[in-house]
């Protein structure tokens, strides 16, 4: 990381980018959608009225789309299909085997009734 000459780092700023969803009527708790983007598919997900985007790929077998699993949003959870490791939607993480790395996750806002997600 660049240093200003005292050795402190000079935080890196990257354009961020917001992606409009849907209506926020259209994704009620326990819902969820997929949302294609130029790199990588994410899917949105309403845990009781919390809204979570991850990474739709499993990090076990990234060809896997985890939105084709059983999400659970009284746990905030989504369970692979193919091999059942169960991710935390809040942090990406997995929380059980065979997975052990985290997919990425990405802050959901809402803006004039619509959900949005931010994007690096
Ligand atoms: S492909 Fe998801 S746990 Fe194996």
């Given at each position: 990381m660049p240093t200003h000459g005292i050795g402190y780092p000079i935080p890196?700023?990257?354009?961020?980018?917001?992606?409009?969803?849907?209506?926020?009527?259209?994704?009620?708790?326990?819902?969820?959608?997929?949302?294609?983007?130029?790199?990588?598919?994410?899917g949105v997900f309403n845990c009781d009225g919390q809204l979570l985007a991850m990474e739709d790929r499993c990090s076990h077998d990234d060809s896997v789309l985890l939105d084709e699993g059983g999400f659970d949003a009284a746990t905030c959870t989504i369970e692979c299909p193919r091999h059942g490791s169960v991710f935390d939607l809040r942090t990406g993480r997995p929380t059980t085997l065979p997975a052990y790395?985290?997919?990425?996750?990405?802050?959901?806002?809402?803006?004039d009734g619509v959900i949005k997600l931010e994007l690096e």
């Open positions: 890196v700023r990257t354009m961020t980018s917001r992606i409009d969803i849907c209506p926020v009527s259209e994704l009620p708790p326990g819902a969820s959608v997929r949302v294609e983007t130029e790199d990588f598919d994410i790395e985290a997919v990425e996750t990405f802050p959901v806002l809402v803006e």
